[in-house]
C-alpha cells in the first residue's frame, strides 16, 4: 500500500487556469505538509497542517490555498496559475508535528509535477 | 534562523570510490538531523538520523554523526554504487516548538562504472 499518494502525478495547464493536486496518507499521521521542488532540487516548505489545522504558512502567494478535509487528506489548490508556478509539488506527513523532534521522520510522496505553459 | 548548509554539487565519482558530502547547520537549542535521499523521479526518503551530539546514524553502508563541536553532520560511504546516484538532502528539526523542517539545497552525486 501507498504510504503517501499524490494525484495526479503530471499535471500540465495554461496560465491562468485554476487547478488542484491531491494527497492522502494512509499511516495514520496528525501532520501534513507541502513542499515546492524548483528546477535546481531546491526544496522549500509552503504549508502544514496539524490535525486539519494550518500550523505553517509560509510566504507563498495567496493564489495557493490548501485544504484538509480530515487529517488524512491535504490537498492544494492553485488560482490564475503563472509560468513560475511550474514545479515539483511533494506532499509529506508526519506522526507528531509538535515539538518537532527526532521522531518526526517525514514521509514524502512521489510528487506532482506542475508544467504551466 | 535555523539553517543547513550542504556542499554544492554534482559530486561525481568512480565506483568503488569514498564519497563525503558536507553538511553544517545553525540551530538553537538541540536539534535533530537527517539525511534524506531523493532517487530520479521520486520523493524524499529518509536514509538515516541522529538526535542528540555524537550519536552516529547509518542505514545501507552511509554513516554521519553529529558533531555538536563543528555543528556539523557529514555523510560518509566507504563504496559507492552507480545506484546511489541520487540528490542527498540534509535537513534538521529545531526542538523550539516548531512544526518545521529545515532542508538543505540538495547535493547531487553521480557514480560512473
Known amino acids: 500500500d501507498t504510504a503517501v499518494s499524490q494525484t495526479p502525478k503530471y499535471l500540465v495547464t495554461q496560465m491562468g487556469n485554476d487547478k488542484s493536486i491531491k494527497c492522502e496518507q494512509n499511516l495514520g499521521h496528525d501532520t501534513m505538509y507541502w513542499y515546492k521542488q524548483d528546477s535546481k532540487k531546491f526544496l522549500k516548505i509552503m504549508f502544514s497542517?496539524?490535525?486539519?489545522?494550518?500550523?505553517i504558512n509560509e510566504t507563498v502567494p495567496n493564489r495557493f490555498s490548501p485544504k484538509s478535509p480530515d487529517k488524512a487528506h491535504l490537498n492544494l489548490h492553485i488560482n490564475s496559475l503563472e509560468l513560475g508556478d511550474s514545479a515539483v509539488y511533494f506532499c509529506?506527513?508526519?506522526?507528531?508535528?509538535?515539538?518537532?523532534?527526532?521522531?518526526?521522520?517525514?514521509?514524502f510522496g512521489p510528487g506532482t509535477r506542475l508544467t504551466v505553459l | 534562523g535555523d539553517s543547513v548548509t550542504q556542499m554544492e554539487g554534482p559530486v561525481t565519482l568512480s565506483e568503488e570510490a569514498f564519497l563525503t558530502i558536507n553538511c553544517t547547520y545553525t540551530?538553537?537549542?538541540?536539534?535533530?538531523l537527517f539525511w534524506y535521499v531523493q532517487y530520479p523521479g521520486e520523493g524524499l526518503q529518509l536514509l538515516l538520523k541522529a538526535t542528540k551530539a555524537d550519536d552516529k546514524g547509518s542505514n545501507k553502508g552511509f554513516e554521519a554523526t553529529y558533531r555538536k563541536e563543528t555543528t556539523s553532520f557529514h555523510l560518509e560511504k566507504g563504496s559507492v554504487q552507480v545506484s546511489d546516484s541520487a540528490v542527498y538532502f540534509c535537513a534538521l528539526t529545531a526542538t523550539s516548538g516548531t512544526y518545521k523542517y529545515i532542508f538543505g539545497t540538495g547535493t547531487r552525486l553521480k557514480v560512473l562504472a
Open positions: 540551530a538553537t537549542g538541540y536539534p535533530s
Open positions: 497542517y496539524n490535525n486539519k489545522e494550518l500550523i
Open positions: 509529506a506527513s508526519s506522526q507528531a508535528g509538535y515539538p518537532a523532534g527526532p521522531y518526526n521522520e517525514q514521509f
